[in-house]
């Protein structure tokens, strides 16, 4: 033993001072299956859009609150992209996982597989989705979250990619309200 003092939390990895002490990606990280059935089904025969964006909505919503340590509400979804269709008996797999964290809102990173339910070939990735989270107290308030600690070169691409989205969707905001203002005070209405 070393009569050291223990390292400032600035200097410990996923620690910055004052904040909550940071969690890796693997902690919160989850999947979600469910069999398709006849009742999911738009009036294509395939399933609908909506079935998945709920599936999606779950397995995100369960990251982000366990990632947060309680309740945490869709802020919005960026990016969801259908790749392929997905049938009747298709076994569909959401693996969602946080990508980033601010103070109080997270994006959450979703990939959408799918495959047979009695065969036995590899899944398709037929969908994905970004997904950004607010975590909120009993009252219905913003709480801090934690910082995510990336794990893999793959983790620290999707923080970085995250960064990028969130970096254009505050331009657009700012963008789109500076255009609503001009327009209102050049005396155009809605």
Known sequence: MTDQAPAP????PGVIAGELPGKPTSASRTTLSHIMTHNDTNLLGTVHGGVIMKLVDDAAGAVAGRHSGGPAVTASMDEMA?????RVGDLVHVKAQVNWTGRTSMEVGVRVLAERWNESTPPT???SAYLVFAAVDADGKPRRVPPVIPESERDQRRYQEAQIRRTHRLARRRAITELRAQ????GHGD
């Open 82 to 86: 259908f790749l392929e269709p997905v």
């Open 125 to 127: 990735q037929v969908g």
């Open 183 to 186: 327009r209102a005070a050049d």
């Open 9 to 12: 939390e600035s200097e410990i």
